[in-house]
């Protein structure tokens, strides 16, 4: 190669490495709660968690359901957004509140293993974004998933009958239920990353343990097994603590696979409830969205 064709070559190579590098995104995916709140195909409606203006990860999609019908119906939703966002070069780091740790963990462990067509990142208005050049790859792009008081284990308010029972997503946040309903190990190798809230006083009789105000310990913090369990914050000498990491529990409980509690309540400090203003626990998963989804 001459001189004039290497110079030309030198040139060009800074510009085709930025547009090899531009078409490589990564997206910061929120997945809300039972009762709903954004509308659904709209990733830039976060109504259900707060202001949209408020900073909660690079590139940041809310991935709206309808909060109420149960998973299997609602992951096709979850399904579209990953496809969207997180094929190809693209990377997505996910964050989910309540019922959608449900949600995300059952897609995960039904579809994480299929065929997921690559598309253009580019959602028509129901949220569904075209193929590509007809190219697949197996399962998605996820970093990990950050979880705001996790409800994949259930909820004793279902089993009491707190909630409206005729609805499916209340029959299926009954904690046996709950915890039969997919293979909660099974994240394709994707860490769950909880964070457990304790600032519930409102319900205490019925949740046991430590609690957000909806859901136990034993849930938010990801323990395994067919049914709940008493979980707490060290000092109690009543309860077996909830540890942090994904290592057992005091007294042996383990966690599921892949599943680690990096913040516990210790303070008590932290509810359920986003209040539609990134409050509660969600906060403090939107804090660290902010710093580490980039």
């Known amino acids: 190669m001459g001189r004039p064709a290497r110079l030309a070559l030198s040139l060009c190579l800074p510009g085709l490495l930025a547009a090899g590098m531009a078409s490589a995104t990564n997206y910061s995916l929120w997945i809300h709660g039972r009762t709903g709140g954004g509308a659904i195909g709209n990733y ?3 109504s259900y968690f707060g202001p949209a203006g408020t900073p909660a990860g690079v590139n940041k999609k809310s991935v709206n359901w309808d909060g109420r019908s149960g998973v299997a119906s609602q992951s096709g939703i979850v399904r579209n957004a990953l496809d969207c966002f997180c094929t190809g070069g693209n990377w997505c780091y996910v964050a989910v509140h309540s019922a959608g740790d449900m949600l995300m963990g059952y897609t995960l462990a039904n579809y994480g293993g299929s065929a997921r067509p690559v598309t253009n990142a580019q959602p028509n208005t129901s949220g569904v974004c075209t193929a590509g050049s007809g190219g697949t790859q197996t399962g998605w792009n996820i970093r990990w998933v950050r979880v705001a008081a996790g409800s994949g284990g259930g909820s004793e308010l279902a089993d009491i009958g707190a909630w409206t029972t005729s609805e499916p997503m209340v029959q299926q946040h009954k904690v046996s239920t709950a915890r039969a309903l997919y293979n909660h190990n099974d994240t394709r190798g994707i860490w769950f990353y909880r964070y457990a809230g304790a600032a519930g ?38 309860c077996n603590d909830l540890t942090l990491g994904s290592g057992p ?29 990134w409050s509660g626990i969600t906060s403090l998963v939107r804090r660290d969205m902010e710093a580490l989804a980039r």
């Open 201 to 238: 006083t409102l319900y205490s009789f019925a949740l046991p343990g430590q609690d957000d105000e909806v859901v136990a310990y034993h849930s938010s913090g990801g323990a395994s097994g067919s049914g709940g369990s008493s979980l707490c914050n060290p000092g109690d000498w009543f």
């Open 44 to 46: 830039n409606d976060f």
């Open 249 to 277: 529990n005091q007294g042996g409980r383990a966690k599921w696979s892949f599943h680690s509690v990096v913040f516990r309540d210790d303070g008590e400090d932290y509810g359920h409830y986003t209040e539609r203003n």
